[in-house]
């Protein structure tokens, strides 16, 4: 066996290379400076009234905020969604449902159920003694309301958009309201069946409560920013009188809307009781709002409201 470190190989005089530099150890070793940097231009700073590129593109109702600080540097801040970032100091929610994206998500999502499971019933009644097509519509309407409630705020009046928007935590007396005409409708379906087979009068109610949903829906369009939820008792920048569109035709379009709407409701079902409690309840509830409303009306526009309350009816049934 050969020995690795005594054999030698010869090459050519072309591949041979120069023999390398000695190098002394007690120098430095020299080299080339870098080539020379372009000259890059000096940024002017912005001026404290200039906006930053987060200030100047508004997000709609929604902001990130950190929530808590980082344990330690290496650490990120977790960030939350807070739906109230955007809204006007005086519009806070009342606090009863969460304003977060999570919330209406889920509301929405069981609204929409309610309104598939009534959507069968009216089409598809099953084959039970409480099913028909006047409850499935009921469902169906109730659920497109509270919806269309927040659809159009969203669409129209993104300053005043909370998870309230759905008017499903408004006042209690509203729940119990449907929860009685839900009672007389089983009562009566149990005793009386023969009450719940006049399809002619059902459908009449079915068509006024369309036309009240769709008056209460193009009053908010029309009003836009002008629209509130709540009885506004001190004028924002922007607020305007609005005497065009439905608003033109009666003063308080959304009020008559759903007075309707509650009132088709029941035709629909054919429930006379809770016709007559809802009429009475609506009109003493509306009497009470509009006369309340009309004083700040009057407080923020003077004369111009003055001669619109005497030019054109409030739209509401017996109120002026």
Known sequence: MSDMSSTSTSTSPSSSSP??????????????????????????????DFPSPASSVPLPHTSLRTNGSPAHPGQTQTQTLDMSALLEPNLEPNGDLPNTPLAVALIAFLLGAVFAAGLCVALWPPAYWWAGRELGFYLCAWAVFHWAEFAVTAGWNRTRLTVDSFLLNNFAEYHYAHGVALGEYFVEKWFWPGMKCHWRLSLLGM????????????????????????????????????????????????????????????????????????WITVYWFFSRRIRVEERFLMFFFGEDYKNYRNRVPSGVPFIR
């Open 19 to 48: 023999p390398s530099p000695s190098i002394d150890p007690t120098k430095p070793i020299p080299f080339d400076p870098p080539p020379p940097v372009a000259h890059l231009p000096e940024v002017e700073p912005l001026s404290p």
């Open 207 to 278: 068509g006024i409560t369309v036309l009240g949903q769709a008056l209460r829906s193009l009053s908010m369009v029309h009003a836009a920013s002008n629209f509130s939820h709540a009885v506004v008792t001190r004028r924002t920048r922007g607020h305007e009188l609005v005497t065009s569109g439905v608003y033109a035709w009666m003063r308080h379009p959304s009020y008559a809307g759903f007075f309707y709407w509650a009132l088709g409701t029941q035709i629909a079902m054919l429930s006379p009781v809770s016709f007559v409690g809802f």
